[in-house]
């Protein structure tokens, strides 16, 4: 609990939550968690994950803590259980029914707290005729029509790393789910599971667009809309030095002023002629060759032609207006995001290096008040007085 001596470090301080050690959206969803205040607690399997990076540059593994459980040996499920006992979340991400063949499901779990939130993150959910098969984030938004979405028409879809389908559709929706069961367990004493399925949620965040295809507004193919490319001036541009310009100039005023910018003003009216909109493309993309990247930048800086670098991963944390917001932080020689979104009342902060596997193990029995013994605080020699 928090008190006056202990600061709270964001707003799900004394939260704590049991993190079932996976791949992919479990851990991001963990690590979202553990960067909003929760005490969460990784439960690592020997060896590690499949997929793993060193745990040492894991950034989704920040904010926690680790204790290593075997749960193919005869005591591993007890242990999970005995956490699990006192915690207000428990999340997983393992495939349907794997869970409950090694003991720790949610019926034991909430047998032994009714309380319990336990959160399941599958790509295909927990029932359905895919249920069962494996998978990866590019198939579940395959299905879903989201991959379809993406990518020139003469190219295939453009696999969006791994961002659409395991955190968006997935960790993202994990972590609503798990947050609204919890304030219904405090609100009734009751827990219950939250499943939460990539597919489900890579569809959902295609609603709006749902909404378009039924009014007419929306093809439903790929390079032909308003957002997804077709549209000369909501896109991306090539400029000299090989580098890109992202365009987002949709409303009118904002079109203008990106046209005037651009320096071909003269050009504007293609703007509402569908059938001018090839030449407009072209004209843009042509004019855009004319500069470097560096160049255009320093163009559309001031102005609100909504006109942006396409910056790499490592120049991302040395833009300007990240930098004053801190969006990027440094931790431990680590260059990472800050924690998002941003509280002002109980600020969030990156408060530990990613949780070395098993190294909290006593601190987690002590903290949680977990049954056995308690391991005896380490040997610390008398020190004289005159060293």
Known sequence: MTTATTPPHGPLTGVRVVELAGIGPGPFAGMLLADLGADVVQVDRPGGPGLAIDPAYDVTRRNKRSVVVDLKDPEGPARVLALAARADVLIEGYRPG???????GPEPCHARNPRLVYGRMTGWGQDGPLARRAGHDIGYIALTGALGLTGATDAPPAAPANLLGDYAGGALYLVVG??????????????????AAIVDGAAHLTAMIHGMLAAGTWQDRRGANLLDGGCPFYGTYETSDGRYMAVGALEQRFYDEFMTL??????APARDDLARWDELRAAIAARFRTRTQGEWTAVFADSDA??????????????PHLAARATFTDHGGLTQPAPAPRFSATPAAVRTGPARPGADTEAVARDWDLPGPRPEPPHRPHRKADQ
């Open 98 to 104: 794997v869970a409950e063949r090694l003991g720790v």
């Open 178 to 195: 798990v947050l609204a069961a919890l304030h219904h367990a405090r609100a009734t004493g009751t827990g219950q599971v939250v499943d």
């Open 262 to 267: 651009l320096g071909i003003p003269e050009r």
């Open 306 to 319: 909504c006109v942006a670098p396409v910056l790499s991963l490592r120049e991302a944390p040395h833009h």
